[in-house]
């Protein structure tokens, strides 16, 4: 199972489990080195409780991919203002 580190504040990360529909908030010490927001990391569930194993390199590389190429996209239609600066 997969979750992705939305955000970190505090000292506490809050994962998103998207096959369980839920957020899971963690002690950033207890991330794997590496971890900052966006990082995909695979998990595992037992009795109840989830336990982070590693980061998935290729699905974080994928998504940071593909965040980059919608920050183009929508940079691309962003129109020009009508007033000009002095």
Known sequence: ?????????????????????????VAEIELPEGSVEGTVVQLEE?????????????????????????QKKLQAKKKHSKFKRN
């Open 1 to 25: 199972m997969r979750g992705v580190i939305d955000r970190i504040e505090d000292g506490i990360a809050v994962i998103l489990i998207d096959e369980k529909q839920r957020e899971w908030s």
């Open 46 to 70: 037992k009795d109840g409780a989830f336990k982070i194993i590693s980061i998935d390199q290729e699905a974080t590389a994928a998504a940071t991919k593909k965040a980059q190429m919608l």
